[in-house]
Structures are given as C-alpha cells and as structure tokens.
C-alpha cells in the first residue's frame, strides 16, 4: 500500500468519503457494460466507483485506505460453487495438508516431523487435496513408511475417495483387529493372518473412510472458531471471498454450524456462506427436512451467512458414490418412492436444492421424478435447483435439465481422480467427463468449484488450470479443446455463475457500483500467464466487502489480525496450509530440478537395498551428497 498522496491523489473533505480506492490495476470486471477499468472505491461494504483514477479522485477522504495496484491484475473475489467449508474450518488446523507438495519423499518427512510434535492421544491425519499423480513417485505411502515416520503415534492418511492408509497406532486407536467386520460397501484389507494390514477401501462407499477419520479427537470451544477463521484466511490467499457449503456427511445441523453463525454474528467472517443442509441418518431424511422447513427458510440471514436450500444429498438411498477405481454402484430399485417425497415436500415450502450426481444413470433416474412432478405443476415451482458433479451427463439429460429450469455445478476431481477415471472407462469417456461445453452451448447456468476438502484442494486456481487446460495434476490430457472453456468463460464460471445459484447475481461476481466490494489483487495476470502456470497464481490482496482480509508482499501487514493458531502443536502453525510451488519459466532449471528429485529417489532405494542386504554397502561409490535432500 502506498502512503498518501499518491499519483496526484490528494485527499480532501469530501462527504460519502470511500473506505477503500484500489487505483493503477488492470481491473477484469466481469461486468460486459464495462469489461476494463483502472480503478476502483468502495464505501460501506459496497462500490461505489469504478473507472480511472480521475473518476475516483473525488472519492477520496482524510479516512481513505488508497491501495496501489502497481498495475497488476485485479478481479471479482471467487466463489467456490461447491465447497465443503463448514467441515472444513472445524478441522483445518489439525490437518496436515499435502496440497501442492511434489513429491511422497517431502511428503512422509512433513509426516515424520509433524509426529514428533504431536502429544499423546493426537492423530496426524493428512485429508485430502492431494493425488498420488502430483508425485514424481506416482505412488502412495506404505504402512510400512508411515509406521517407520510415527512409530507411537496414530496416522491417518485418506487418499481421494478410494482409500486409507493407516499405521499400526492408528488400527490400534480406531479399535480395527481381527475380528472388526468389514462395513457396507467398504473393506477392511487383512493379511494372510487375518490382521488388518492399514489399508481401507471404499468399495465402492467412502463412509468407511469417513467413519474412521471420526474417531480421530475434534477441536472444542474457541479452537473451532480459530480454526475456522484460519481456514478463510487460507481461502482468501487465494482470492476467495465467496463460497457456497454443499454440507456432506458427519455434517449435523444445527450443532455443526453453530460455529460459523457466531463468527457472523461477531462479525469476524472474511468468506460470504451460503449454506446447504444435508440429512444425515439413513431411513430418518423426511423427518429431518420436515423439522428443518419449520426452522429456517432459504435465503434466511444476511450477505455474510445464508441458507441457499438442501442437499447435496436428500436421501441416502440416491447417492451414487465417485469412487472411479471401483464399478459404478447399483442403486436399490425402489429408491425413487423416498426420493420423491423429499422433493415433494421441498417444493410445497419453497426450499430449493442441490444433488449430487455423478452419473447419468443416477440423474436420469432423479429427472423422471422431477418430470413427474412438473406434471403436477409443483416443479420447479420457482425454486433454485441443481446438479452437482455430473461427470457422464448425457446430452438428453442436459436438455432434459435446461427444460425444467436446473443449473448445474462442474468441480474439477478429475484432476485428481482422472487416471482412475481413465482406466475405468477409457479416454473417449474422460473426454466428455464432465461435458462442460455441452451445458454451457445449452445456456445452463454451470458454476465451478472444487470439491474440497477431503478429494480436491481448496486452491481455486488449480481447478481454474483444469477448466481451461482440460489436464489432471499429473498432467494427463483429458478433455479436448472442444470440451474446455476459455479463461474469461472459467472466471465467469467461478464469480458471476456462483452468485446466480444463490440468487445474487445482481450483487455479487461482478466489479460494478451497486455490487459487494469483494475483488483480488493477483500475483500473475490471469489473462497472460502461460497456462500451466494458472495454476500457481494467489491473490496478493483480497478484499471482501470493502475489508482487507488478506495481504501479503508489498500489502503485508494490512489485513485484520487474527489470533495465533491453537493449538500450538497444529500441522498449520508450523507447515502453514497450501504448499505453493512454481513452475520454472526456464525449461532447463525445471528439467534440473526433476533429475535432483530423481537422483534423490535413487539413493533412497540404493539405501533400502543396501539394509536388507540385497547389495553391497557401497560406501566407496561415488555419490554426489549435493543432491542428498
């Protein structure tokens, strides 16, 4: 930030003084009246001004905040369409993330010395946001490695939707022995003794998963809402000012939520919520919607905290579980008759909905009620509703959608899940998964997302890199040019088709007067840096309603305090969250860099035959220690 005057801006009594002048940037509006501006002031939470920085200049007071851009590139604050922030924020800060890390070998040493410091009774459990293909060992962690980096202590490590590994301490602290059955739809891989080995699979359910990580100890009291608050300082690093909650499961209302709803009230969000709510208890969902339709209505609350509706589940018997490394699961023939009441009662008390549908077979099934329904003139009956996810959407679905009125919601798991995806139903099915093209050319609207946190991570910009660039975290190709979008269509995508999903698309993900003052300062210009490096881009400054909530390099310093992460033994406190790394301009310094992982690699492995004595201890041969790591 720069002191004042600035550039010829002197400030000056003024009445109607704005809060915040953002100048000298190159301002992406999103607004097709006015694509382009240079500068931009905020009063009262919202713009007030956008142009030059002579249409601003009378804006400015004594009480100013006048932030210079340094001609970088400005844009709408993001809104992640589907996000599981909720969850997210109670957890955050006893999560140790391996979001952007390279390579397993840095992975298991953050693992080790996260370990060490964790007190008895603590897990280290590492959820989600990272791939087995993001490593230059293309491969998952051992038990035998992860009982050699925590010997003691529980650890737990979920990988996608597909499976677990689990130390020794940690089959101990779950209670998994011998005689422990394996639940519905997962399983308990065991050894020839019958002992579980560590390894959980979803087969295809991933509650197996989920039920394990439950028993790991939670946060209490004011931790939750530090924790809560750190993980949207992490959002906003990244540009995110806005998010919509998809819930999910181990997700109750209202216990679960109690935590966001007082940092509202106390005004200490930095992220907008709209919120879902998702029943919990198989064979209990008609009840709980009932109860939740006499507590609350959709759009309930304020621009800060609001309910958008239910879902992403209505009943349990519907879903259809992702897990591409296993066949599609078979639904009960009947589940349409709960189904159907679920959607019925939604739609005769003007509650909208989300539905998480991964495939076509599950959504043609949920669209044959829906046209049911639309017989009886009570669908849509004015209310939002949408797909999420819909990775083999057929294109009569997609008409069968655009024809009841439905929106849909794409999240990029297939960066992380497209291998998988690949060798179960083969390029030519990758390809169209999701058909993103297909919606928009059928004027659906199609919000963008990422899924986060237990599969994806919650960096927008990887999924923006995957919209635009159609490839995997492992830089498998999936989608063609004629199934990706452009970069201004992916932030439309992330921005203004968010808002119209809750309704406030006249406020929100566009840069306008009249609109909420949430915008990024980026640290590359979206719009010219080479595609593979979109997915290295954070927000150098993040605004959400006229508030600096996140700063760094020349901002530093200028966002709200937050208190210290709690506890202090916090994966976070000490690795921080996404683990930014940037690709080299230079091919040659990035080819130097993967001959150093490699050469690593190979001394790991010439270590491993040397102890179990499958080779000579080679301490005469030349080995160059530089590139011991």
Request: proline share 6%.
């Given at each position: 930030?720069?002191?004042?005057?600035?550039?010829?801006?002197?400030?000056?009594?003024?009445?109607?003084?704005?809060?915040?002048?953002?100048?000298?940037?190159?301002?992406?509006?999103?607004?097709?009246?006015?694509?382009?501006?240079?500068?931009?002031?905020?009063?009262?939470?919202?713009i007030?001004?956008?142009?030059?920085?002579?249409?601003v200049?009378?804006?400015?007071?004594?009480?100013?905040?006048?932030?210079?851009?340094?001609?970088?590139?400005?844009i709408?604050?993001?809104?992640?369409?589907?996000?599981?922030?909720?969850?997210?924020?109670?957890?955050?800060?006893?999560?140790?993330?391996?979001?952007?890390?390279?390579?397993?070998?840095?992975?298991?040493?953050?693992?080790?010395?996260?370990a060490?410091?964790?007190p008895?009774?603590?897990?280290?459990?590492?959820?989600?946001?990272?791939?087995?293909e993001?490593?230059?060992?293309r491969?998952?962690?051992?038990?035998?490695?992860?009982?050699?980096?925590?010997?003691?202590?529980?650890?737990?490590?979920?990988?996608?939707?597909?499976?677990a590994?689990?130390?020794?301490?940690?089959?101990?602290?779950?209670?998994?022995?011998?005689?422990?059955p394996?639940?519905r739809?997962?399983?308990?891989?065991?050894?020839r003794?019958?002992?579980?080995?560590?390894?959980?699979l979803?087969?295809?359910?991933?509650?197996?998963?989920?039920?394990?990580l439950?028993k790991?100890?939670?946060?209490?009291?004011?931790?939750?809402?530090t924790?809560?608050?750190?993980f949207?300082?992490?959002?906003?690093?990244?540009g995110?000012?806005?998010?919509?909650?998809?819930?999910?499961?181990?997700?109750?209302?209202?216990?679960?939520?109690?935590?966001?709803?007082?940092?509202?009230?106390?005004?200490?969000?930095?992220?907008?919520?709209?919120?879902?709510?998702?029943?919990?208890?198989?064979?209990?969902?008609?009840?709980?919607?009932?109860?939740?339709?006499?507590?609350?209505?959709?759009?309930?609350?304020?621009?800060?905290?609001?309910?958008?509706?239910?879902?992403?589940?209505?009943?349990?018997?519907?879903?259809?579980?992702?897990?591409?490394?296993?066949?599609?699961?078979?639904?009960?023939?009947?589940?349409?008759?709960?189904?159907?009441?679920?959607?019925?009662?939604?739609?005769?008390n003007?509650?909208?909905?989300?539905?998480?549908?991964?495939?076509?077979?599950?959504?043609r099934?949920?669209?044959?009620?829906?046209?049911?329904?639309?017989v009886?003139?009570?669908?849509?009956?004015?209310n939002?509703?949408l797909?999420?996810h819909?990775?083999t959407?057929?294109?009569?679905?997609?008409?069968r959608?655009?024809?009841?009125?439905?929106?849909m919601?794409?999240?990029?798991?297939?960066?992380?899940?497209?291998?998988?995806?690949?060798?179960?139903?083969?390029?030519?099915?990758?390809?169209?998964?999701?058909?993103?093209?297909?919606?928009?050319?059928?004027?659906?609207t199609?919000?963008?997302?990422?899924?986060?946190?237990?599969?994806?991570?919650?960096?927008?910009?990887?999924?923006?890199?995957?919209?635009?660039?159609?490839?995997?975290?492992?830089?498998?190709?999936?989608?063609?040019?004629?199934?990706?979008?452009?970069?201004?269509?992916?932030?439309?995508?992330?921005?203004?088709a968010?808002?119209?999903?809750t309704?406030?698309?006249?406020v929100?993900?566009v840069?306008?007067?009249?609109?909420?003052?949430?915008?990024?300062v980026?640290?590359?210009?979206?719009?010219a840096?080479?595609?593979?490096?979109?997915?290295?881009?954070?927000?150098?400054l993040?605004?959400?309603?006229?508030?600096?909530?996140?700063?760094?390099?020349?901002?530093?310093?200028?966002?709200?305090?937050?208190?210290?992460?709690?506890?202090?033994?916090s994966?976070?406190?000490?690795?921080?969250?996404?683990?930014a790394?940037?690709?080299?301009?230079?091919?040659?310094?990035?080819?130097?860099?993967?001959?150093?992982?490699?050469i690593?690699?190979?001394?790991?492995?010439?270590?491993?035959?040397v102890?179990?004595?499958?080779?000579?201890?080679?301490?005469?041969?030349?080995?160059?220690?530089c590139?011991?790591?």
């Amino acid at each position: 930030m720069s002191t004042m005057p600035i550039g010829g801006l002197v400030p000056h009594a003024v009445e109607d003084a704005a809060d915040l002048v953002v100048r000298n940037a190159k301002i992406h509006t999103g607004d097709p009246g006015r694509p382009h501006a240079q500068a931009i002031a905020v009063r009262d939470g919202v713009i007030t001004v956008v142009g030059d920085d002579k249409d601003v200049a009378p804006h400015i007071g004594a009480g100013t905040k006048v932030v210079d851009a340094l001609g970088r590139r400005v844009i709408p604050g993001l809104n992640d369409a589907h996000l599981h922030v909720i969850r997210g924020g109670l957890n955050y800060v006893l999560e140790l993330r391996w979001d952007g890390v390279r390579s397993l070998r840095q992975g298991l040493a953050m693992l080790r010395e996260q370990a060490a410091r964790t007190p008895k009774g603590q897990w280290v459990r590492v959820v989600g946001g990272w791939s087995a293909e993001q490593f230059a060992e293309r491969r998952l962690p051992t038990v035998a490695e992860l009982n050699a980096a925590a010997p003691d202590t529980p650890v737990f490590v979920l990988h996608l939707y597909q499976s677990a590994v689990l130390n020794r301490a940690a089959l101990k602290a779950a209670g998994y022995t011998r005689d422990t059955p394996d639940p519905r739809g997962g399983q308990i891989v065991r050894g020839r003794d019958g002992e579980p080995t560590g390894m959980l699979l979803a087969a295809p359910s991933a509650l197996i998963l989920y039920s394990t990580l439950a028993k790991a100890p939670v946060l209490e009291g004011e931790d939750k809402k530090t924790s809560t608050r750190h993980f949207l300082r992490e959002l906003n690093r990244f540009g995110l000012t806005s998010a919509i909650d998809a819930a999910g499961g181990f997700q109750s209302f209202p216990e679960n939520y109690a935590t966001v709803v007082e940092l509202a009230k106390a005004g200490q969000l930095s992220l907008r919520i709209a919120y879902h709510l998702f029943p919990q208890t198989a064979g209990q969902e008609i009840d709980d919607l009932t109860r939740w339709i006499e507590m609350a209505r959709p759009e309930d609350g304020d621009e800060w905290l609001r309910l958008n509706g239910a879902g992403e589940n209505l009943t349990w018997a519907a879903a259809d579980f992702e897990n591409f490394a296993q066949p599609r699961p078979e639904h009960s023939p009947d589940y349409e008759v709960e189904f159907e009441k679920a959607v019925r009662l939604l739609m005769e008390n003007g509650w909208g909905f989300r539905l998480h549908a991964t495939y076509d077979e599950t959504i043609r099934r949920d669209l044959a009620v829906f046209e049911k329904l639309a017989v009886e003139g009570l669908f849509p009956a004015g209310n939002r509703w949408l797909f999420d996810h819909a990775e083999t959407a057929s294109p009569d679905s997609l008409d069968r959608v655009a024809a009841l009125g439905g929106a849909m919601s794409v999240q990029n798991r297939l960066s992380f899940q497209g291998e998988a995806f690949v060798g179960r139903y083969g390029p030519g099915a990758a390809a169209d998964a999701p058909p993103i093209r297909a919606m928009l050319d059928r004027g659906l609207t199609v919000g963008a997302g990422t899924d986060a946190t237990r599969v994806s991570t919650y960096n927008p910009w990887v999924a923006l890199h995957w919209l635009v660039s159609g490839r995997t975290v492992g830089d498998l190709a999936l989608r063609p040019p004629t199934n990706r979008v452009d970069r201004q269509t992916a932030l439309a995508m992330f921005t203004r088709a968010g808002a119209a999903l809750t309704g406030e698309d006249e406020v929100k993900g566009v840069l306008r007067p009249g609109c909420y003052g949430d915008l990024a300062v980026l640290s590359e210009d979206y719009f010219a840096v080479p595609e593979p490096d979109i997915a290295h881009i954070e927000s150098l400054l993040t605004v959400t309603g006229g508030r600096i909530v996140y700063a760094t390099a020349e901002y530093e310093g200028l966002d709200e305090e937050l208190p210290p992460v709690s506890p202090a033994w916090s994966p976070v406190a000490h690795f921080g969250g996404y683990q930014a790394s940037r690709r080299s301009a230079l091919p040659g310094a990035h080819q130097a860099e993967l001959l150093g992982q490699a050469i690593a690699e190979s001394e790991q492995h010439r270590q491993w035959r040397v102890a179990r004595g499958l080779t000579a201890d080679a301490v005469n041969i030349p080995f160059d220690p530089c590139f011991v790591l």
